[in-house]
Nanobody, 128 residues
């Protein structure tokens, strides 16, 4: 089965930036949409962004729109999440997930149950 591996998390000050990577073990990005989710302690998992396989369309949750950018490098089977102007409330474990075809969103927000491949997560901690 295809594996997804996230990296790039860490500790950053409020207002800072991080770039997360999601590397797939096989060349799937031309057929699979990649989404990013996050989960803060005590809170439910939140979908934040997605890039579709078909035309590269991107979607963002309102909470990150204008600050986060999702991209992909199909040749490297890797997707990225560039996170700028980080806030304390961006703290959490960030997961990438994949599904065949287009993003599965509601109002631009990826829906977790529609994605069948998941990474193990990477911790992002934003400090004041």
């Amino acid at each position: 089965q295809v594996q997804l591996v996230e990296s790039g998390g860490g500790l950053v000050q409020s207002g800072g930036s991080l770039r997360l990577s999601c590397a797939a073990s096989e060349s799937i990005l031309d057929n699979y949409a990649i989404a990013w989710f996050r989960q803060a302690p005590g809170l439910e998992r939140e979908g934040i962004s997605c890039v579709s396989s078909t035309d590269g369309s991107t979607y963002y949750a309102h909470s990150v729109k204008g600050r986060f950018t999702i991209t992909r490098d199909i040749s490297k089977s890797t997707a990225f999440l560039e996170m700028n102007s980080l806030k304390l409330e961006d703290t959490g474990v960030y997961y990438c997930a994949a599904r065949q075809g287009r993003c599965a969103n509601v109002g631009g927000v990826p829906i977790g149950v529609a994605y069948n491949l998941w990474g193990q997560g990477t911790q992002v901690t934003v400090s004041s």
